[in-house]
């Protein structure tokens, strides 16, 4: 038997992951863009007929991102910590390589298919569901295979011990399955009407009420399962291994891993506040947002003290700099959730810009930064070759972390105004403000966040073009290195 220095790890479809990342990160941007000018500029709808229109490219902006860009960046990072820190290469199973290699081709097919049908108008209207019943099948079809190969290479590990990352995996792994099996029961049209409309299209097994409590479970625990576990799990193998330190409490990070996992799927109810869900689930979605506040920063103090003492390292290592804003971002994102979920808070929340200025800084600041940190220390012992440069990791840092500022300040104060506005009433009990005055308000902010996604952008076309070189023209490593990643200047 090989030993753990010497087992060679078979990093292809990792590195087919890393494209994908790279690729479905520059198209869901990319239109998050044009839907951010189109928000501060109406006309720009009208450009491209109605493939151009907001309505038409926002489900493809919020897939993209979550289930293109993530997702991809998730697989890629569990096929390489996988191996490493099981101590098993992938090649050394051939079923298990078949696996992850079919695992990567129908999850790229179905990626591409949702691209088309999206555009095409074809879509449940379910938020974060809104793939027709075909792909979903799909979709359940390479989730299991992951799961194949996540249980798999935990079958024939030579590590005995579990390391906090996998059990972040795993969760990740049971609990999407669950939610996407329970809300995406629907039956195609064609045969619950006898033989009418079209077959592509399907009409769910919930209506109403029931429709609006699945959906929310569902789609706020997509946030928890896509956006939350699987990006700590990157974190928790990431920053000890790029800094050199030991994770500060690794019995924190369990006591975060089970509270994490009970509260986040109570949680769901808060998206119902003030609806015909009865009053008991809003409170108790209240309720255990707020509670929420504890696993959250429990991981994320967690991750931040693990920089103790080498707080140093944040002035010569841009990819420590990345993870500690991530982390911080992190923070910043699980305390605006609960405050927004409190009832009094909400009444004001609800509808507005604050959401997605919350959603936002919650994605652009800790997931999209941690899935470049984690590419960046990737790619260079995949390829065996050094970072292009350290100027453009700098630049892209300073861009990034400026356009994130621009966009969660002005969907701040963007929505809070709109909160008060609607609210605003005179002495005869009559609204003061017309629907169509507070956009009129809104614009200049609407313009703000539309640069700053902007600078975000740029700032993810520079990351592209850095990996695209590391892997063309980087100096050759002669040895993997043990922990900071060499960057040339």
């Not at 920089?307 to 923070?331: C, D, H, P, R």
Request: proline residues 3%.
């Amino acid at each position: 038997m090989q030993n753990g220095a010497q087992i060679e790890y078979d990093y292809s479809v990792a590195k087919a992951f890393t494209f994908a990342t790279i690729l479905f990160g520059i198209i869901g941007m990319t239109i998050g863009v044009i839907l951010a000018f189109q928000l501060a500029f109406p006309q720009l709808n009208y450009l491209a007929g109605e493939y151009g229109t907001f309505s038409r490219l926002r489900p493809l902006h919020t897939n993209a991102v979550a289930f293109g860009f993530a997702l991809s960046g998730i697989f890629a990072a569990w096929y390489y910590i996988g191996q490493r820190v099981l101590k098993v290469s992938l090649k050394e199973s051939p079923f298990l390589m078949a696996i992850a290699k079919l695992h990567f081709a129908l999850y790229f097919i179905t990626i591409l298919l949702a691209v088309v049908t999206l555009f095409m108008g074809i879509t449940t209207s379910k938020e974060y569901a809104e793939l027709e019943w075909p792909l979903d099948i799909l979709v359940v079809v390479w989730w299991v295979l992951w799961g194949i190969s996540i249980f798999g290479l935990i079958g024939i590990r030579r590590e005995r011990t579990l390391y906090i990352s996998l059990w972040y995996f795993i969760a990740t792994f049971i609990a999407v399955a669950m939610l996407y099996l329970f809300n995406n029961m629907e039956v195609p049209t064609y045969f619950a009407s006898g033989g009418y409309g079209s077959w592509i299209h399907s009409v769910s097994m919930y209506s109403g009420t029931n429709d609006a409590l699945v959906q929310w479970w569902y789609g706020h625990n997509a946030v928890a399962f896509v956006f939350t576990t699987p990006i700590i799990a990157m974190i928790y193998y990431f920053l000890p291994k790029e800094s050199g330190q030991n994770v500060y409490s690794y019995k924190l990070s369990i006591l975060a891993f089970w509270g994490l996992l009970f509260v986040y799927l109570w949680a769901g109810g808060h998206h119902l506040i003030y609806s015909t869900v009865p009053d008991w689930m809003q409170t108790m979605g209240s309720v255990m947002s707020v509670v929420l506040i504890l696993p959250s920063w429990g991981s994320a103090i967690n991750m931040l003290l693990t920089m103790k003492g080498e707080w140093n390292q944040l002035q010569t290592n841009t990819l420590i700099k990345f993870m500690v804003l991530a982390s911080t971002f992190y923070m910043l994102s699980t305390i605006e959730g609960p405050i927004q979920a409190i009832k009094s808070v909400n009444a004001i929340a609800h509808f507005t810009d604050w959401i997605p200025g919350h959603v936002h800084d919650g994605v652009l600041g800790w997931v999209v930064f941690m899935i470049m940190a984690a590419l960046f220390h990737m790619v260079p012992r995949m390829y065996k070759r050094e970072l292009y440069s350290k100027s453009l990791m700098d630049t892209q840092f300073w861009l990034q972390t400026t356009g994130i500022v621009l966009y969660f300040t002005s969907m701040w104060i963007a929505g809070i105004t709109q909160g008060m506005m609607w609210r605003a009433y005179d002495e005869y009990g009559s609204l003061v403000y017309s629907f169509i005055d507070t956009v009129t308000v809104l614009h200049p902010y609407y313009t703000i966040r539309a640069v700053g996604g902007l600078l975000y952008l740029i700032g993810f076309f520079l990351f592209a073009y850095n990996i695209y070189k590391t892997v063309k023209c980087g100096r050759v490593l002669d040895k993997e290195p043990v922990n900071a990643t060499p960057v040339a200047a």
